[in-house]
């Protein structure tokens, strides 16, 4: 690892579930000593020349869940689970200011700045949007009018779009392969919306999974619905 003259290098701090980038932030020798030993990252504070436990405060922390260096070893990437939001200003993310063309922002001179979306990956831009259009008339949603259905209509579309996926994969090309798996995963989300379960639970339970073999995954869950019986 390099550090600085300084003896710092930049963190950025990730969810480790949907890979939003949440903060960015200094550490130091010590400041990574403190986040390995008690599994809660910590920075040091340029302004307070101090080391700092993220969320002392606040109680928005950051628990460690892995850390990665990069090619130059000067700059540090960690993998979190978020606590509450990250930035002091109450936002899940620092980031979510984006440039405005109204504010006087260009391609080549982004000088206005507003309030914008946060940087989510795809599933959760869906998720937002999908939550949107539930507040839409039905006239003018097909999620809208799909939620209104309820559970059994919900239903019988993820089996179909799920048999139309399973045909293309046996004998359809790629590009059918894509768009009816595209289309399971927003029968999913409608599926999931309608019963308030957010995205990041599914994306938590397939972390859970992660590293457990798939034979006895299934074991164990063949053992509980029998113990439910």
């Known amino acids: 690892m390099r550090f600085d003259s300084a003896g710092l290098v930049p963190a950025v701090a990730q969810d480790a579930l949907t890979g939003e980038v949440r903060m960015v932030a200094f550490m130091n020798a010590d400041a990574l000593c403190a986040t390995f030993a008690t599994g809660e990252v910590h920075f040091y504070s340029r302004s307070r020349s101090a080391l700092w436990k993220k969320g002392e405060s606040s109680g928005n922390t950051l628990a460690l869940r892995s850390v990665h260096l990069d090619c130059d070893g000067d700059a540090v990437l960690v993998l979190v689970e978020p606590r509450g939001p990250t930035c002091h200003t109450g936002a899940a993310s620092c980031f979510f200011r984006t440039p405005s063309v109204e504010a006087g922002a260009t391609k080549n001179n982004a000088r206005g700045w507003v309030d914008g979306s946060r940087p989510f990956a795809m599933a959760e831009r869906l998720e937002l ?76 339970e397939l972390a859970r999974r992660f590293g457990v073999g798939g034979l006895v995954e299934r074991a164990a869950r063949a053992r509980s619905a029998h113990r439910d019986e």
Do not use: N, Q
């Open 129 to 204: 949007a999908l939550e949107a259009r539930r507040a839409r008339s039905a006239d003018g949603s097909y999620t809208r009018r799909l939620l209104d259905a309820g559970a059994d209509a919900i239903g019988a579309k993820i089996r179909e779009e799920a048999d139309e996926l399973a045909r293309a994969i046996a004998s359809e090309d790629d590009g059918r392969v894509v768009g009816e798996a595209a289309d399971v995963v927003y029968h999913v989300f409608v599926g999931l919306l309608s019963r308030s379960v957010p995205w990041r639970a599914v994306l938590g």
